[in-house]
Nanobody, 123 residues
């Protein structure tokens, strides 16, 4: 499985971005997809996950109301919509695929990872 994340960039506080992650090499539509983020010196932090069908999602409580995850299996793509961005959202964002049928929030539960896309929020 190969995962390619895109959509990062530089945005001002209060702005928005939509990240995309395209999966190839395996039927990603059968598996949970998730987003994590990481800043230098810190562990990778869970952001959101979507079930194989996309009917179930899980967004970390601290980001609910601003971030949302969705997927389009016809395009083998999972999205992370990020609204009202804050300085503390600056990070490298990674998409990942889990072989678990649940919506895991631990990075160890994800088997495949993309390279990440940088999101920088400026004041």
């Amino acid at each position: 499985v190969q995962l390619q994340a895109s959509g990062g960039g530089l945005v001002e506080t209060g702005g928005y971005l939509r990240l995309s992650c395209v999966a190839s090499g395996r039927t990603s539509s059968s598996f949970t997809m998730g987003w994590f983020r990481q800043t230098p010196g810190k562990e990778r932090e869970f952001v959101a996950a979507a079930s194989a069908s996309g009917s179930r999602t899980n967004v970390i409580d601290s980001l609910k109301g601003r971030f949302d995850i969705s997927r389009d299996n016809s395009k083998n793509t999972v999205y992370l919509q990020m609204n009202n961005l804050k300085l503390e959202d600056t990070a490298v964002y990674f998409c990942a695929l889990s072989l678990s049928g649940n919506l895991p929030s631990y990075a160890e539960r994800y088997r495949y990872w993309g390279r990440g896309t940088q999101v920088t929020v400026s004041s």
